[in-house]
């Protein structure tokens, strides 16, 4: 069986052409009379934790287990290549359309191994730490391909993206989404350096008094805006902690995410407004800078890391740097990405209103 090893980092540095022409040379020689037939050949990748991974060339047969990863396949223009998907998606079916009345496999945290076997897919894709690895030991029984890719770390989407491109046979769309965001993201990294100033940070996760530490996508996304993140000598992605070491943090800004807030859907800012307002009363915080300025903000899920993280970034950039980015518009970056990557139109609610004393 034909394999091949990409440095999918080697590759991009490459002009557009280049790269192209590069790539579909490889898949040729992929498919070339040694493979008897498609399904024989096959491409050798790394995945989100680092390993070797063999996967089918082309993939033809996808179980998405989570939305980034939809997202991600929706930007590929590949969704008939969806055969099922997570639970969740129920949740947002104004967003997904019909990606929504796909078969279901189960929560992304707790797949149905069964309703996945009875689709015959060709992988199935999942985060890099969940489910956890019995995921594998039972898929690999039933001789199920399991591919983990995240699509969540703002620095290695786009390596993330050219992946996934390459398996479904749609390089030219995962280049011009990199392209794309790397335009738009480069434009903010560089701004930022114009000053040295780092407002001090709190990022809180889903769940109240979890903070986004270093390995999560939130810790990241903080850094690209120009914050230093408060957690960022904690050891774990999400670690629990208390009121009190927020206090003694002292924080000059806050940002919270929302989970599954159908930010798509809304028509007025006050489900994450209402938040905003939770955080702003908590017990003794009022003696903190970011509650006291009102420099306390709510982002949906949707923004919050993934596919749109540079959306999140763009609206984190003018918080944390009002006076170098009051021309940046991120409702505009997101328009783009809705209409040209999902085919959607824009519309909805992401972040809260700022506050106003």
Not at 7 to 15: A, E, G, K, S, T
Not at 213 to 234: Q, T, V, Y
């Amino acid at each position: 069986m034909p394999s091949v090893l990409y440095d999918i980092n080697m590759l991009h540095q490459r002009p557009l052409k280049k790269r192209l022409l590069i790539v579909g040379l490889t898949a040729a020689l992929l498919l070339a009379p040694q493979a008897s037939s498609a399904k024989e050949a096959a491409v050798t990748i790394k995945d989100a934790l680092g390993r070797t991974v063999h996967v089918p060339y082309p993939v033809r047969r996808i179980v998405a287990l989570n939305s980034d990863v939809l997202e991600i396949v929706r930007t590929l223009k590949a969704e008939e290549y969806i055969v099922g998907v997570f639970s969740e998606i129920v949740r947002e079916p104004e967003f997904w359309g019909g990606l929504a009345k796909k078969p279901k496999v189960g929560s992304w945290r707790d797949p149905d191994l069964e309703a996945i076997t009875a689709l015959a897919p060709d992988v199935v894709v999942a985060y890099g730490r969940n489910p956890g690895p019995a995921l594998e030991q039972k898929a690999n029984l039933l001789g199920i391909q399991v591919l983990r890719l995240d699509f969540y770390k703002p620095n290695k989407l786009e390596e993330e993206v050219r992946t996934l491109g390459l398996l479904l046979d749609r390089r030219q769309e995962a280049e011009r989404f990199c392209e794309w965001h790397q335009r738009h993201l480069k434009m903010i990294q560089e701004r930022v350096t114009r000053t040295s100033h780092r407002p001090k940070v709190y990022i809180e996760s889903y769940s109240d008094y979890h903070a986004a530490g270093p390995g999560s996508g939130g810790h990241e996304m903080c850094i690209l805006a120009g914050g230093s993140n408060i957690a960022d000598s904690l050891s774990i992605p999400f670690p629990r902690i208390t009121p009190e070491w927020v206090l003694d943090k002292n924080p000059e800004v806050i940002v919270k995410a929302a989970s599954y807030g159908n930010g798509f859907s809304l028509k007025t800012p006050a489900h994450f407004n209402q938040r905003r307002d939770a955080i702003l009363r908590r017990p003794a915080w009022h003696h903190i800078p970011a509650v006291i300025s009102g420099n306390v903000h709510v982002m949906d899920s949707a923004i919050w890391t993934g596919p749109r993280a540079m959306i999140g970034v763009g609206h984190m950039v003018r918080w944390f740097h009002p006076a170098f980015f009051s021309d940046l518009n991120p409702e505009a970056l997101h328009r783009t990405y809705l209409e040209t990557f999902q085919g959607v139109p824009y519309k909805g609610i992401f972040v809260s209103d700022d506050f106003k004393r």
